[in-house]
């Protein structure tokens, strides 16, 4: 019996906060926008398509991406409203399959090998599901569609934005070996100019490399690269993935430079970051508190204890990894609490986006 040809969509919505945004208020719609931040001070969460023309992107400071566009709109992000249609989209795939597996509020894997209406073709459902979010939710969404995840995540980015792309099991070789190194899922910056050091720049130059030599230059990630240049990624789609880390940060305005400001802040932070443990339904065992100076310049300090942290002693910690912080003086512009190691043994936690504060 021939092994069953697995059919793996991924569903990318396009800008997704941004787009929300531009839907709901009509003036800002094919303008440069930007999420988060403000000209002054913050992080920009999401940008438009017509941002991304002069270069914003997201995670980039909003000072830089002011400098880069003058004319961009900044707006506070509404998480309520990006839940909202993040349901309504999650509802259009289980109209399709329960195998679905969410990444964040804007994307997600679905196994179509057996779906609810018995439609042969993977692209056919990929079709299907992109009119009906259009259609329920005025946003557009790119799909990838391949016969495992590397791939079905690759090719929901190759036509962005309203993409859809399909990669074979007959075109997967040519097209990987063709693929920059940059382009790999799971290959970020600092791999990529490891890559580049040893003579690796497209999928061809990778596959050229023995399994060996990657697990020696890149550790365990060796063995994941030696197989997905070769179309190999046998991860299943989970729909009840565990959390791995819950975290909330803010960035200020003005630099905080006194240590009551910093306590008070990291006060609140905890109980931002508490609110939504609670919600999510596990606990972690670690707590890293992460400070970002007036320079730029980060650090962090973490705790793991041996039991999944309370409520109270997410707070105590909080405070307590504070005294290990230098140069408070010199100015704060970030605070961030993140939780991780959650307790394994509850199999109903959710992986989903970790949301934080932009201001």
Known sequence: MSEIIRKILHIDMDAFYASVEQRDNPELRGKPLAVGGSRH????????YEARQYGVKSAMPSSLAYRKCPHIIFVKPRFDAYKEASKQIREVFEEYTDLVEPLSLDEAYLDVTENKFDIEFAMDVATEIKQKIKAKTDLTASAGISYN???????SDYNKPDGFYVITPKMAGSFIEALPIEKFFGVGKVTAKKMHSKGIFRGTDL??????????????SGK?????????????VNPHRIRK??????????DISTKEAMVANIEHIADILIKRVEKSGGAGKSLTLKIKYGDFQQITRSKTIADPLTNLQIKSIGLELLELIPNIGKGIRL?????ANFDQDNKDVFLGQLEFDFD
């Open 41 to 48: 001070r913050g992080v920009v969460a999401a940008a438009s």
């Open 149 to 155: 995840k590397f791939l079905a995540k690759i090719a």
């Open 207 to 220: 596959k050229n490399k023995t399994e060996h030599q990657l697990k020696r230059w890149f550790g365990k």
């Open 224 to 236: 994941y690269y030696f197989n997905i240049v070769r179309g190999i990624d046998n991860r299943a």
């Open 245 to 254: 880390s819950l975290g909330a940060e803010r960035t200020y305005e003005f």
């Open 335 to 339: 605070i961030g609490l993140q939780t």
